[in-house]
């Protein structure tokens, strides 16, 4: 679970770390203020098979991508890009085509999350 | 045979009705009795309510309230380049308000320049970028800055800002003694609950303290320090841990003043608050009144405060951004309305009331102008403004205004046992209380045992349709290259000589306001005072408590 960008809006993040970890899942959180290579870097060294973004600045459409192209860099395209936010309908569509695995906007359950990643992430070979 | 206590009543009469199969709690769950009597409310009137502008301001801070003077209807508002916050600006002054109030974006939150590569993507995103004083100078372009008071949202990077604000108002021939406003500058609320932070706590309680000292001396009219209960509940605090926690910061920040010399009655008339407006209405009113008692008090029996307005806890409050639902967002319009009456019957000083569109982007100005006008419908149509504290005297509220002081004297309890507040972020209290508060709400939410209409109840299938305010990219790359420019055409010699000076200040201990004022008088930018703070104090990291 990580915080990109700058802005500190980090109740929905930690609660869903919550969520996930209380699911049976092995949850690491970045904490905040994380830029792109820091989140992939975390990623790549903890061997992790999802990242979860939690974005609420708006800054979704530059963030999302960055983190998607650095995984690639990396050797690590298979790891599954999830996220939430304050993020429209129709951006939401759009990072779908990028590679956003799921994107959970406000009124998402906890329990549809965690739900989701045990259906939806793969473990990676 | 007449019922005559309220145990007989409870046990004979109420026990005969059957009770909804719901649990009657607060908001913050607090449970909540089915009936207030005169036997819960214990304290004598003169102790614990008084009268309106006397000691300990149960009842409000000012003498006549509402009759003599509405309190200031001042909207948040900020996007984009200066110029078109200026823009808003004009608008919201042309449609009747009163004050201004800047909401800055993230890279001017946390001390980056627009041309910083972590500012990527997030030029005036959420709220208006100033980067250098030129930015200032457009974002008060033909706003007379002696005579609106303007409130500006800024924490970390507070400084940068206010000597800008203040060598704006010199370059436009008004004295500082002139400069009224207030900036929020609330240093331990971040590392609390909004996160917005360049230094160490230490470091930065330094910062604000020498601000205080420095308005105190040299811009008496200007409020230093905004505290702000507001992110504390909007991170998914109790309102008793808003309460209790935003007290708890203010006795550290007059303490660490006082510490450095200062007579509490030379700066304390010139710290206010603020506060949330959550949607349980009387639970928001007792929290705003219990807030008054308890500085007051507090103020006069640890700090000997004697100039009564020293003693007198005077609020901004906003409605609450975090009840705001996505789904059937006009709903958003009756929240507010209810949210903004709870203020009114609190007796807050000035408000701002969000918009319906808040939760999908930025408001739009038709979104704004609704905002607007539910406060001037409560203020010049419901009558609510004829009398003061009309809800004084209600056994509910009097008996929760006792119970949300003696839960927040507890905590206060246990922060002064740990050491005070700046300890006790250190070892993630309040943020963990937080942390705790906020996943038990999501959890009624989920269970059910709370409601949220349209989120978790009365759901219908929708497409959001409603008209949202869109940024336009182009912006970033537009004030990216001013500020290169900028920064090519100063006085290189004359930045570094002035860094340098700030810099110094930092190790000395003299105040930096004034080195900060040199600076930014010579195009020194936001990034670069923080850089100066970055080197000079370190970099705070978020430790991620879960």
Redesign the interface.
């Known amino acids: 679970m990580a915080k990109p960008?700058?802005?500190?809006h980090?109740?929905g993040a930690?609660?869903i770390?919550?969520?996930l970890?209380d699911g049976g899942f092995e949850?690491i959180?970045?904490?905040?203020?994380q830029?792109p290579e820091m989140i992939v870097e975390a990623a790549v060294q903890e061997d992790v098979d999802a990242v979860g973004l939690s974005i609420l600045?708006?800054?979704h459409?530059?963030?999302f991508p960055e983190v998607i192209r650095l995984l690639k860099e990396k050797g690590a395209g298979d790891v599954a890009v999830f996220g939430g936010g304050?993020i429209?309908?129709e951006d939401s569509a759009k990072l779908k085509t990028l590679g956003v695995s799921e994107v959970f906007?406000?009124?998402a359950?906890?329990?549809d999350i965690v739900k989701w990643v045990r259906e939806k992430v793969q473990p990676r070979q | 045979m007449a019922v005559t206590t309220k145990q007989e009543w409870l046990e004979r009469t109420y026990q005969r009705s059957k009770e909804r199969p719901v649990r009657f709690s607060t908001l913050s769950d607090l449970e909540v009795e089915p009936l207030y009597t005169p036997e819960d409310v214990t304290g004598d009137y003169a102790t614990a309510l008084g009268y309106p502008g006397e000691f300990p301001y149960t009842r409000g801070v000012y003498e006549s309230m509402y009759r003599g003077r509405l309190w200031t209807m001042r909207q948040f508002a900020g996007f984009g380049l200066a110029e078109d916050t200026n823009a808003r600006f004009h608008f919201l002054l042309g449609q009747g308000q009163d004050g201004l109030s800047t909401a800055f974006d993230m890279p001017t939150l946390m001390g980056y320049d627009a041309d910083h590569e972590r500012a990527m993507g997030e030029v005036g995103r959420e709220g208006v970028n100033v980067t250098s004083i030129h930015d200032m100078a457009r974002l008060f372009d033909r706003i007379p800055i002696g005579k609106v008071s303007t409130s500006m949202t800024i924490n970390c990077s507070a400084s940068a800002l206010l000597a800008m604000y203040l060598v704006q108002a010199e370059r436009t021939g008004v004295p500082w003694e002139q400069v009224s406003g207030t900036i929020q500058n609330d240093m331990l609320k971040e590392f609390i609950a909004q996160k917005e932070w360049i230094c160490p706590p230490a470091p930065s309680l330094r910062i604000v303290t020498d601000m205080v000292e420095f308005c105190a001396k040299k811009a008496p009219r200007f409020h230093p320090v905004s505290i702000s209960g507001y992110h504390i509940r909007e991170a998914g605090s109790t309102a008793v841990q808003e309460l209790a926690f935003t007290i708890a910061d203010g006795l550290c920040y007059v303490q660490d003043a006082v510490d450095r010399g200062l007579d509490v009655d030379d700066f304390a008339p010139r710290l206010s608050f603020f506060w949330d407006l959550h949607s349980d209405f009387l639970e928001e009113v007792a929290k705003l009144r219990a807030g008054r008692r308890m500085w007051a008090r507090l103020m006069r029996d640890r700090f000997g405060a004697k100039n009564p307005k020293s003693l007198m806890l005077r609020t901004h409050a906003q409605t609450a951004g975090v009840s705001l639902t996505a789904q059937q967002p006009i709903n958003n319009v009756v929240r507010v309305a209810v949210q903004a009456l709870a203020g009114v019957f609190g007796g807050v000083q000035s408000m701002h009331t969000n918009s319906m569109d808040e939760t999908l982007a930025l408001p739009t100005e038709q979104a704004v102008m609704v905002a607007l006008r539910t406060q001037q419908i409560i203020a010049e149509e419901t009558g609510l403004t004829n009398t003061i504290d009309a809800l004084g005297g209600s056994y509910a509220v009097e008996a929760l205004t006792d119970r949300m002081e003696r839960d927040a004297l507890e905590y206060i309890r246990k922060i002064d046992e740990m050491g005070g507040m700046l300890k006790a972020i250190d070892t993630g209290y309040p943020q963990r209380e937080i942390a705790e508060a906020a996943f038990l709400y999501q959890r009624q939410l989920e269970q059910g045992i709370k409601t949220v209409v349209g989120v978790n109840k009365y759901q219908v299938p929708e497409e959001i349709t409603i008209e949202v305010l869109k940024i336009d990219p182009v912006l970033e790359e537009r004030q990216i290259q001013r500020v290169r420019k900028m920064k090519r055409e100063r006085n290189s010699v004359a930045v570094r000589e002035a860094l340098r000076l700030v810099a110094e200040a930092c190790r000395s201990g003299e105040n930096l306001m004034e080195p900060i004022c040199a600076a930014v008088r010579r195009d020194v930018t936001v990034g670069e005072i923080s850089d100066v703070y970055r080197a000079e104090f370190g970099v705070y990291k978020d430790p991620g408590w879960i």
């Open positions: 960008g700058l802005d500190g980090d109740r930690k609660i770390a919550r969520a970890r949850v959180y970045t904490g905040l203020h830029t600045s708006g800054a459409m530059t963030l304050i429209p309908d906007t406000p009124g359950s906890t329990e």
